[in-house]
């Protein structure tokens, strides 16, 4: 990939099932979170890293961790969610 990632390159990376380096990620993530990227380029890079499916080398120590991080964030969200519709229903 160029020195300077572009939108064309990272998408291409991901489709031929590469893994993007740290940079290139960080510089994907800049973009979306300061609103540089377009929505059409939002919708592509999601659709890119759904093509290109999970990373190919994982050792088992951290499928573990993420499998465990997985199962907290869910509850998490589950309890907020909760509190959230109780909230808005006695609010009405």
Do not use: H, I, N, Y
Not at 28 to 33: A, Y
Not at 35 to 51: E, K, M
């Amino acid at each position: 990939m160029p020195e300077t990632p572009t939108w064309p390159s990272v998408l291409t990376a991901l489709l031929d099932r590469e893994d993007l380096s740290v940079a290139d990620a960080a510089w994907c993530m800049e973009q979306v979170m300061t609103g540089d990227a377009t929505p059409a380029q939002l919708a592509a890079f999601l659709v890119a890293l759904r093509a290109k499916g999970r990373p190919s080398t994982r050792s088992s120590g951290s499928a573990t961790r993420s499998s465990t991080t997985r199962s907290r964030s869910t509850s998490t969200r589950w309890r907020s969610t909760s509190w959230a519709r109780a909230a808005t229903a006695s609010a009405r």
